[in-house]
């Protein structure tokens, strides 16, 4: 048992790999939350009237609503008068080529294995740097732009696309969905924006990697997607956070829509840094993601793998309005030490057959604590709606926890809902069984937990699959002794 | 190959076998019989190195290597292996990639490179028409949903596949039906040689038929009472234990 010990310590005391800080100049936002904090983000961003005006009236929601208590999840009241809510690169530039995107930037996303060169990217994924506050650069805007996608930061977009962004923003998750919606309404500072335009589909994958950096800032990302009538677009989105002993909020709200016969697909590796081992430091990832299906035939998949954060809490979820639209989740949460997750999604069946799957895969070591939380919900309209629910959880080691909340809300008698749920342990047995094939505890852990997520794992693109297979094994090696 | 010396073992704070000795030659197949419950799983996971199981004391040698120095995936990239007795299930790990790693584990601990992924399902084709498995099971998850004699078949084919110098089969004749115990035993017959050892743990003479033993050893009270050739096991298939078990009564 003391081996084991050892070898845990040693393995977390090395394993975020992404823990380390750019040295740029930044400016920053006065310390607190006030109006004069939302004026003054909308100014530096330039924004239109308009926008200043959304901003304010999702701030004053905000100031009459209360942090939810009901997730699953523990720690101590956030003070939002001690974060600083804007933090950007203070030596402003435009920036028109690669060529002018600051050295140490540049050097951040190398370290990060994503660096900001078209031609040496993974072969064809278009990226959105954004770092603390701000988009660095987004690449493949030219070639993008010949189909008539538009891809740049939301901050662009404002300025550049009112009418879409007016139209779109907001309309999947309103100002005052709750509380950390509120809040990233209010305060967001940069994020993706994507157009499909209709009948296109997008010819290469569309991702953005977010960054924190400075200290004592949180992070608000926005970020909303359009797939217009028969288009199709597969969007990635992978962030990581330097090691800090406080612990730092992360606030995202996504909204996706597809109209007609349109199709999104949305991957997440989340990394951001979990804390230490003794669950000291780490993001609270409070994330507000909904797609919503409003054409007929539409679809919309989620994908997430979710392996950093000190607490997790979010639950990408679908609005199937069009009839004969398709909502999927496919999840695999680890939490490892005292990480904490609570995660799971919404289907919200509204329109006539509707279909939506959810495949949910909790993995839980040390004395972390993993729920599932999901709701189906069928609509008085949505005849003939399908769900499918398959929620597994598995336990290494004895010291965490993994629970499973199912809600159902039936109004039309003719939905179809199937729910299957399993709660399995890494036993003695089976690793025994793979240590007589010659296999070491940490080969077999990983092999066995990829098998277990297998099903997740096929959903995402091939780069990020092996990413995410290997960002697995990470977090939980030494989870076993 | 092997040698067992005054071998006491307990689980859980109770002794299982007691001052057990046994002696293995290259080449040579021995074979253990005796009641329920008298520790022949438990002399095959100990010697495979499960955890439960403590050593309280004496010694084993395998191949001029202390056993006891070594992890239990130390042993079997050494080259031990043991064909369960209840085989465990991997969900979503194909036995392509189960036994791709497992290959693999062992060639590097040879100072090998990965074998080619050509070269790798050529093997498995071979070793799989050995013990006459369809070639479906390769794709299929390590076990799961296999019937019980399915998984005994499998445990012969991983076997072959590692070509490991001591082979340790608990019970694999039991749940076989006449025909797939005759694919089996054959399957097993096919790796004998000059350099390779067998402990095969039994309850039934009708295996030995198949797979003809140098030794038949008794085993009672958690060490070996009796020892012979396979005439013995005959002789326990026509009188039972009654005789074995009077003659040591102190032991219990
Ligand atoms: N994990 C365990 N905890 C407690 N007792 C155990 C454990 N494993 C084995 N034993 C006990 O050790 C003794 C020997 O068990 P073992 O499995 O070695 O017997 P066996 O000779 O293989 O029997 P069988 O012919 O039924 O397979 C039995 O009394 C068994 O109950
Ligand atoms: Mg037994």
Redo the contacts between chains.
């Keep these: 048992m003391a081996d084991n010990d050892k070898i845990i310590d040693e393995v977390v005391a090395n394993d975020y790999k992404y823990g380390f800080t750019t040295n740029i100049e930044q400016e920053f936002a006065a310390i607190g939350l006030s109006e004069e904090t939302v004026r003054f983000i909308s100014a530096k961003k330039n924004e239109p009237e308009w926008m200043l005006e959304w901003r304010l009236k999702a701030y004053s929601a905000w100031l009459k609503m209360e942090q939810p208590k009901w997730q699953n999840v523990h720690f101590p009241e956030i003070d939002f008068q001690s974060i600083i809510y804007y933090a950007a690169q203070k030596k402003k530039k435009v920036i028109n080529s690669l060529d002018d995107v600051d050295p140490e930037i540049r050097a951040t996303y190398d370290k990060l294995g994503i660096p900001i060169q078209e031609q040496k990217l993974l072969a064809g994924v278009a990226v959105d740097y954004v770092m603390d506050s701000e988009s660095v650069i987004t690449t493949f805007r030219e070639s993008l732009k010949e189909k008539g996608i538009i891809f740049c930061s939301i901050s662009e977009a404002i300025r550049e696309q009112p009418e879409l962004v007016k139209q779109y923003l907001g309309s999947v998750v309103p100002q005052r969905d709750n509380y950390y919606a509120a809040l990233n309404s209010a305060v967001f500072s940069d994020g993706s924006f994507v157009y499909i335009p209709k009948g296109v589909r997008c010819p290469m994958e569309l991702s953005t990697y977010f960054r924190i950096n400075a200290e004592n800032t949180g992070q608000f990302e926005r970020t909303l997607i359009i797939a217009d009538e028969g288009s199709y677009v597969s969007y990635l989105e992978g962030c990581t956070a330097p090691m800090r002993d406080e612990n730092q909020l992360h606030a995202a709200v996504v909204e996706l829509i597809t109209l007609d016969n349109a199709e999104i697909k949305y991957s997440t590796v989340q990394n951001w840094y979990p804390g230490d081992k003794e669950g000291k430091g780490g993001i609270y990832n409070f994330v507000t993601k909904r797609g919503m299906c409003r054409g007929k035939n539409s679809k919309i998949s989620w994908t997430q793998v979710e392996t950093g954060s000190a607490i997790t809490w979010k639950y990408p979820s679908c609005i199937l309005k069009g009839e004969n639209s398709i909502g999927e989740f496919y999840s695999v949460a680890v939490t490892n030490n005292y990480q904490q997750a609570d995660t799971g999604t919404k289907m919200i069946h509204i329109g006539k057959n509707t279909k939506s799957r959810i495949v949910s895969k909790g993995i839980s070591a040390g004395k972390s604590q993993n729920s599932y939380r999901g709701l189906v919900q069928v609509h008085k309209t949505a005849d003939n709606a399908y769900n499918s629910s398959q929620c597994d959880s598995l336990l290494i080691g004895d010291k965490c926890g993994a629970h499973t909340f199912p809600y159902l809300e039936i109004k039309n008698k003719t939905g179809r809902v199937e729910h299957e749920a399993t709660t399995s342990k890494i ?4 690793l ?10 940490e ?1 077999a852990v990983s ?2 937990i ?6 997740v794992f096929k959903q995402l693109p091939m780069e990020f699959m092996v990413e995410a297979q290997k960002l697995l094994s990470i977090s939980l090696e030494g989870s076993v002794g | 190959m092997l040698s067992i010396k005054n071998l006491n073992v307990s689980i859980q704070g109770k002794q299982i076998l007691r001052d057990f000795n046994l002696e293995i030659k290259a080449g040579e197949i021995h074979a253990i019989m005796g009641p329920n419950g008298t520790g022949k799983s438990t002399l095959a996971s100990t010697l495979a190195g499960k955890e439960e199981y403590e050593v309280t004391s004496g010694e084993v040698i395998f191949n001029a290597k202390n056993l006891f120095d070594m992890s239990a995936d130390e042993r079997a990239r050494e080259g031990i292996f043991l064909a369960f007795q209840y085989p465990v299930e991997i969900p979503g790990v194909s036995t392509t990639n189960f036994m791709k790693a497992a290959v693999n584990a062992k060639r590097k601990h040879q100072g090998l490179e990965p074998m080619d992924a050509k070269d790798f399902l050529k093997l498995m084709r071979e070793k799989m028409a050995l013990v006459e498995m369809n070639k479906e099971f390769s794709s299929r998850s390590v076990n799961e949903g296999f019937s019980g004699g399915e998984k005994k078949r499998n445990e012969i084919f991983q076997m072959a596949m590692l070509e490991p110098a001591l082979c340790l089969l608990d019970e694999t004749d039991s749940g076989l039906d006449i025909d797939a115990l005759r694919i089996v035993a054959n399957g097993v017959n096919k790796l004998r040689d000059a350099n390779r050892s067998f402990l095969v743990i039994t309850h039934y003479q009708r295996l030995l038929n198949y797979i003809v033993p140098d030794y038949v050893h008794v085993m009672y009270g958690g060490k070996i009472v009796k020892s012979g050739g396979k005439e013995l096991a005959l002789k326990l298939e026509e009188q039972g234990y009654d005789w074995i078990k009077e003659e040591n009564s102190e032991l219990v």
Excluded: A, H, V, W
């Excluded at chain 1, 990829?450 to 099903?455: D, I, L, T, V």
């Design positions: 036993g003695e047995d089976l025994f069984y793979c240590n007589q094939r010659g296999l070491s505890n080969e092999m066995i990829n098998g277990y997520c297998k099903e």
